[in-house]
């Protein structure tokens, strides 16, 4: 089991730029594939990006040229560098973890953080 823990959310302006960051405990993060989802009030939770074991990228089309998925695993952390950003992306922004391979499956994931608001006004 791997706790998940996000920051780096908060309030910007369209065309602005955010950077989350999402710190995984345990020994073995290195080993795990993490992606990032979102979900808008009234709406399902949907993937947003994922990175594999061995820093294999997949985003999504909507988010694609726009956001950056990224790991250091010497810290533990996985990063989604996110810019140009539009009201559309305003949604609580969630890291999850998975052995090894990406998905865009949230339910194929087994851990997941609490979350962390981000807010982009027009």
């Known amino acids: 089991q791997v706790q998940l823990v996000e920051s780096g959310g908060g309030w910007v302006q369209a065309g602005g730029s955010l950077r989350l960051s999402c710190v995984a405990s345990g020994r073995t993060f290195s080993s795990y594939a993490m992606g990032w989802f979102r979900q808008a009030p009234g709406k399902e939770r949907e993937f947003v990006a994922a990175i594999s074991w061995v820093a294999n990228t997949y985003y999504a089309d909507s988010v694609k040229g726009r956001f950056t998925i990224s790991r250091d695993n010497a810290k533990n952390t996985v990063y989604l560098q996110m810019n140009s950003l539009k009201p559309e992306d305003t949604a609580v922004y969630y890291c999850?973890?998975?052995?090894?391979?990406?998905?865009?499956?949230?339910?194929?994931?087994?851990?997941w953080g609490q979350g962390t608001q981000v807010t982009v006004s027009s």
């Open positions: 999850a973890a998975r052995p090894r391979f990406y998905s865009d499956s949230a339910s194929s994931y087994e851990d």
